[in-house]
């Protein structure tokens, strides 16, 4: 099956770059892009310097097509707007998923207005997202509920952030919104204390160090990431403050009351957003798409027409007065479907009446420009993973404080945790990688090589000779007819199951492995001269054109029962291809039972593992043809599946067997006896 996308016209985004980070979008910077790098090589923790160095980003220019116009105009534009130029219905969902949009322009539009403009499937697409970002959020609310009542059990001030903040507001629309984790600020003094309480309550720490501006994120008793934030990057309040802690939100008045929860001001909420999209995340648009920011805008546009100039009094001392005038023209652009002014950046704010036009707000990728650093104090600010490392190795904790003495040996351990984050991450990016570009000639090469390259399976070792698993002699004696009965052998190895096999009295009718030097070292055994010839190199994929096989019919030698090489078939991806595998079996030993060993799957992958999953898929625009729910990547044994003993029944089923005895191994393993099902069954 042809796993690689065919080749796509260039106006379609199919660069690299483009691919990426799904027109990442290109959307959003006022010029060709800096960013800020803190420099934390000092321990004075009250230092102003700081260095600013460029990032070096430089993406192609944007292309505005009928597509990518349909899909901003309809996430941003008043609904009034009538598109005029013919669109393509699938490119129009890759467009609005790549950009996190479709839910919103689900949650903005009747179903009737879609199905007519992009057709009844696409439209389908899209609502699809809005569901599942309803379902969602209902989650996400409840999670937060939960989460406030324990904060007021404990007398704790929680401040709602993003997602939380906007919905308790009532600025979102029912499922236009999507959301991943709760996020709530809490003061510095009683985070800790916060935490500890959570934790004692069934809240699972989630494993990943805490950042300069958040404690380590937990898992809530039902699975929804909770971040307790301790202060807002690069927002401030104040000359001389690099963030906003919720203490000085407090103290500023700018916090409602809503029920047990705190509000910040929309103002606040809008720099926030700002900072958090374009700032922190200048370096990653792809992880976390600039058009989010600029959707909360737009809702907080709709009750506070002026949010984004109220909101740059408290970014004005981290971002520069050119790029706040920037996101401001982009900001109305949008929000009145204005795409001429977010191409060419010419709005009519008087901040820019007496310059030269800006650059184009939609032309470069985010990254806002930073003035020299010594007008301001952003030297605490929000750091990326390498500068905290950089921090520690400086004996400042997470928020800049003086940590404890620490060994060499203790700060050494405590480094290599993050190479243990950094090897899971890789591990995922190569995993989908692998199966969004592999054919199923290179997954049958890469498991050649694998098995091929391991000693355990070479001639005479201890595992060739070391007999039949307990689980396949209970097997073959409870349900396989006895010796001298004939039987195949699948996906041999290095002849473990064929030495024990013809102990017992069995005849081998055939066998055979994909990797020759497994047959050409079975083949020169003595114990096999007599079945030599129907000995064979091949594959499940092609198990009745394989010659032995193919002459049984005309020999007249029956095949009795077969026995599939162990956790072989967990080889095969794809359902269909077990299926067709399941009935080759079945013509070849049309009433004999059949030896399957195969992996399970365990505890299911965490939320954020699985965020990271689905972002990589889009990106890569990987197919369900192309993997599947349980398929994985094993280090030594290459492409798996994990079945559940429901899949795996019904599988078999369509094969034409059914499962006589299934038996749970305690390392993530089993196996089944399957027998034909007789025609009446089928019936």
């Known amino acids: 099956m042809e796993r690689h996308r065919s080749r796509q016209p260039a106006h379609e985004l199919s660069s690299p770059t483009a691919r990426a980070s799904a027109v990442v979008i290109t959307a959003l910077a006022s010029s060709p892009c800096t960013a800020v790098c803190y420099d934390v090589f000092s321990r004075a923790r009250k230092a102003i310097d700081v260095r600013i160095r460029p990032l070096g980003f430089r993406p192609p220019r944007l292309a505005l097509d009928a597509e990518l116009e349909w899909v901003l105009k309809r996430a941003f534009a008043p609904p009034t707007w009538a598109p005029t130029k013919p669109v393509s219905g699938q490119r129009l969902v890759d467009v609005a998923l790549r950009l996190d949009l479709a839910a919103r322009i689900a949650a903005r539009h009747p179903r009737a207005l879609l199905e007519r403009e992009m057709g009844a499937n696409a439209a389908h697409r899209l609502r699809e997202q809005y569901v599942g970002t309803v379902a969602r959020g209902a989650v996400l609310d409840h999670a937060l509920d939960q ?201 009519d704010h008087s901040a820019s009446r007496d310059r030269k036009p800006a650059r184009s707000p939609l032309r470069y990728p985010a990254a806002p420009r930073f003035t020299d650093a010594r007008e301001r104090n952003v030297g605490t600010a929000q750091r990326g993973p390498v500068l905290q490392i950089i921090a520690r190795r400086l004996e400042l904790d997470a928020h800049g404080s003086p940590s404890l003495a620490m060994t060499i040996r203790a700060r050494m351990l405590r480094w290599s945790f993050e190479l243990d984050r950094i090897a899971r991450v890789l591990a995922i990016a190569r995993e989908e990688v692998a199966f969004r570009f592999l054919t199923e000639r290179d997954w049958l090469d890469l498991g050649r090589s694998l098995y091929g390259r391991s000693a355990k399976y070479s001639r005479g070792s201890a595992h060739n000779e070391s007999g ?105 991806l794809g359902a269909a291809r077990r299926i067709e595998f399941l009935r080759a079996l079945r013509t070849l030993c049309p009433r004999g039972p059949v030896l399957l060993s195969f992996f399970v799957e365990g505890a299911g992958e965490a939320e954020r593992p699985r965020i990271l999953r689905s972002r990589l898929r889009r990106i890569l625009a990987t197919t369900g043809a192309m993997v599947e729910p349980g398929d994985g990547l094993h280090r030594g044994a290459g492409g798996i599946h994990y079945f559940t003993e429901a899949s795996f029944a019904s599988e078999v089923a369509k094969g034409g067997y059914r499962v006589q005895h299934w038996g749970e191994h305690d390392f993530a393993a089993a196996h089944a006896v399957l027998i034909p099902e007789s025609p009446s069954e089928h019936g």
């Open 468 to 572: 039949l698993f307990a689980f396949e002699r209970h097997a073959i004696e409870e349900a396989f007819p006895p010796p001298p009965a004939s039987l195949l052998v699948a996906a041999c190895g290095g002849g473990r199951e064929l030495f024990a096999l013809i102990e017992r009295g069995y005849r081998i009718a055939a066998a055979y492995d994909p990797v020759a030097p497994f047959i050409a070292a079975l083949r020169a055994d003595p114990r096999l001269f007599h079945c030599r010839d129907r000995l064979c190199v091949g594959s499940h994929q092609s198990v009745e054109s394989l010659p032995p096989l193919a002459e049984l019919p005309r020999d007249g030698t029956p095949i009795d029962a077969v026995v599939v090489g162990w956790v072989s078939y967990t080889h095969l």
């Open 147 to 347: 989460l406030l009542e324990r904060a007021s059990a404990s007398e704790v001030s929680c401040i709602l952030l993003k997602y939380a903040a906007l919905n308790r507001m009532g600025f979102l629309r029912v499922g236009s919104r999507v959301a991943s984790d709760i996020d709530v600020l809490v003061p510095v003094a009683r985070g800790r204390e916060f935490q500890a309480i959570l934790t004692a309550s069934g809240y699972q720490d989630f494993g990943l160090p805490e950042s300069s501006h958040q404690l380590p994120a937990l898992h809530d008793p039902n699975g929804v990431l909770i971040e307790l934030h301790v202060h807002m990057p690069l927002v401030t309040l104040a000359p001389g403050q690099a963030f906003a802690r919720a203490d000085d939100l407090l103290l500023a008045g700018l916090t409602a009351q809503s029920g047990n929860a705190l509000l910040p001001d929309p103002a606040v909420i809008a720099a926030h957003a700002i900072a958090h999209g374009l700032v922190q995340h200048a370096q990653a648009p792809h992880v976390y798409s600039p058009l989010k920011t600029f959707a909360d805008l737009a809702d907080l546009q709709l009750l506070r027409p002026n949010i984004v100039e109220d909101a740059r009094a408290y970014l004005s001392r981290t971002m520069t007065a050119d790029d706040l005038t920037s996101v401001q023209t982009l900001a109305r652009a949008l929000h009145g479907g204005d795409l001429d002014t977010a191409m060419t950046g010419l709005g």
